[in-house]
């Protein structure tokens, strides 16, 4: 059993929350959209819950995505 989140997709969630947005996360990070994608789905999955709610054009991060990105 894994102790540890991928720390790679916890800085890829820290800079999601910050930013507000995959695009802009992606283009910080020079990624592609999909990919942070599937970087945060592996997340959730990895946590067993939603960290981002879609608001508009927008992702926003839930409590718990705040918590977990800090």
Do not use: C, D
Not at 23 to 47: D, P, Y
Not at 50 to 60: C, D, E, V, W, Y
């Amino acid at each position: 059993m894994r102790r540890l989140p991928p720390l790679n997709a916890l800085r890829i969630l820290e800079v999601a929350a910050r930013t507000g947005s995959y695009a802009a996360a992606a283009s910080e990070l020079g990624l592609t959209h999909g990919a942070v994608s599937r970087q945060i789905s592996a997340l959730e999955n990895w946590f067993g819950q939603k960290l981002f709610i879609k608001s508009g054009r927008h992702m926003q991060a839930t409590p718990s995505a705040k918590i977990f990105a800090s």
